[in-house]
């Protein structure tokens, strides 16, 4: 049976931005469904709801929204603890489904005015831009970053904005994405054949090859393989750690199968009672 095997998960390498791990015992699909939920259905927190004040700025109100939903907002400590706005009983925005954050810039000199995310301000301390985490912390574990730029301004010119930021999911907008990139292989020598070369000598071994000798760049065709273990990959955008982005991507899916059993035993009950 394939799917009689336990699964068993080893990491390789951690960092603030950066996880590798390798995924064994399971099967293809199972490795491209964490992928998958991990990209798309991971929740993070984004902005969602900007109303401009004032803006005599060059760029237009929806340009500048657009840019404000696309900054990474810090996300881990506070996400779990939010809902859904759709799934919220309040009437507008409140504490429990949104974060507010307003931006007031004007520029009075003759020098260029760089508003960025240093300027924006948010009224819930664990849901901030992410350029701005740890500035006042002694021990930053993130190091320098730069702050992102939002426009900018000559004199006379000003920007005052209030904003909403809510949670979400990247298959609703690509904004609440919390990856850079994830990535998996499971072929390292290609002995599957799933990748022809032409010229295999012209292509970099993978840094997973189990192949020695540098004069062969593929391994043997074997016809009986299948994918067993699989090299994981996972950047964040700083939004989610990159351990929380795969604990909570295998939560998620975990609830949906979960789900589809429930829902599966439920008719089968009521086809049950029907005969």
């Known amino acids: 049976m394939p799917y009689a095997n336990q699964p068993s998960v080893t990491i390789t390498d951690l960092t603030a931005e950066n996880v590798k791990f390798q995924l064994e015992d399971t099967d293809l699909s199972v490795a491209n469904a964490i992928r998958r939920v991990m990209i798309a259905e991971t929740p993070t927190i984004s902005i969602d709801w900007v109303q401009f004040e004032a803006n005599s700025t060059v760029l237009s109100d929806e340009f500048l929204a657009h840019r404000l939903g696309m900054i990474p907002l810090t996300s881990d400590d506070q996400v779990e603890n939010m809902q859904y706005s759709r799934d919220c009983t309040c009437s507008d925005f409140c504490p429990d489904c949104a974060v507010e954050f307003t931006l007031d810039v004007k520029c009075s000199d003759e020098q260029t005015r760089h508003v960025t995310t240093d300027d924006f301000k948010s009224a819930e ?27 900018k301004l000559r004199k006379g010119q000003e920007l005052k904005v209030r904003a909403y930021a809510k949670k979400g999911f990247a298959k609703e907008h690509a904004k609440w994405n919390p990856t850079a990139g994830v990535c998996f292989e499971y072929d390292p020598d290609n002995a599957l054949r799933h990748t022809l070369y032409p010229k295999p000598a012209e292509w970099l071994k993978s840094e997973y090859t189990e192949i020695e000798d540098e004069d062969i760049h593929q391994a043997d065709y074997d016809y009986q393989a299948k994918p067993n273990k699989f090299f994981f990959n996972v950047e964040s955008c700083g939004s989610l750690k990159p351990e929380n982005i795969v604990l909570m991507g295998v939560q998620i899916l975990k609830k949906k199968l979960s789900d589809l059993q429930t829902q599966l035993q439920h008719e089968l009950h009521n086809d049950a009672l029907t005969i």
């Open 125 to 151: 301390p664990k849901v901030i831009p992410v350029t701005s985490r740890g500035r006042e912390e002694e021990s930053n574990e993130y190091g320098e970053s730069d702050d992102i730029l939002i426009v």
